[in-house]
């Protein structure tokens, strides 16, 4: 079992321009989450899918931020135009969907916009 | 809405000496309380659990007790170890809403110096 595999480690965009994130969760688990964490926030709740779904994406800036899960092996969390204020960890998580389960954690994407 | 509280950003300790992290909560559902610890270039990962009243929660040395009198959830140890130099969050399940998502406070970072 590798874990929740985020990709890239590592991402530097300049002002306007777009970021993909990629998460691919445990297999065989259904729900996946995705937080932003910083140094002043901490965790920040982002969006949530469960078996692909979404069901919950109050944390998510409405008018840049967008995610989507294709299928159960991976999501995406993309930001348009991407602002100096989105310099952030990402982190994408994933559990089974049963209430109060453990969230595994991937290892997260830092993202810096220049 | 529901939210955590964590009041020490950071936390100096000398190696040996007894830690205390503070969480408390605001929730208007039932109530299940987490501790994430997250090491240096690590993801985070699950520390410990409860939602039993007044009963004590351990794992790897650690130890926590809900209390819902007082809606807290601290976290402590005897004797602090080098190795414990970490981020701690305290979480709050999210019965209100969709389910499993978690709300993270904004962490305590613990330093543990010799």
């Known amino acids: 079992n590798a874990g929740v595999i985020q990709t890239p480690r590592h991402k530097v965009t300049g002002k306007g321009q777009e970021a993909t994130l990629w998460c691919e969760p445990i297999s065989g688990h259904s729900a996946v989450f995705w937080y932003r964490q910083t140094i002043v926030q901490g965790l920040e709740f982002l969006t949530y899918f469960r078996n692909q779904a979404p069901i919950d994406d109050s944390g998510m800036p409405k008018e840049r931020f967008s995610a989507q899960m294709p299928n159960q092996s991976h999501s995406t969390l993309k930001i348009q135009s991407t602002q100096p204020q989105d310099s952030a960890v990402y982190l994408c998580?994933?559990?089974?969907?049963?209430?109060?389960?453990?969230?595994?954690f991937g290892a997260g994407t830092r993202l810096s916009v220049l | 809405g529901d939210s955590v509280t964590q009041t020490e950003g950071l936390v100096t300790l000398t190696e040996g000496l007894p830690v205390m992290l503070n969480c408390t909560y605001q929730?208007?559902?039932?109530?299940?309380l987490f501790w994430y610890v997250q090491h240096l270039n690590e993801a985070p990962k699950l520390l410990l659990k409860s939602s039993t009243d007044n009963k004590r929660t351990e794992h790897q040395g650690f130890h926590a007790t809900l209390h819902k009198s007082s809606s807290s959830f601290h976290l402590q140890k005897s004797s602090a170890q080098l190795s414990d130099s970490a981020l701690y969050y305290c979480?709050?399940?999210?019965?209100?809403?969709?389910?499993?998502?978690?709300?993270f406070g904004t962490g305590t970072l613990l330093s543990v110096k010799p």
């Open positions: 929730t208007a559902y039932s109530t299940f």
């Open positions: 998580a994933s559990s089974l969907a049963q209430s109060q389960n453990t969230l595994y």
């Open positions: 979480a709050l399940s999210d019965h209100g809403g969709s389910g499993n998502k978690l709300i």
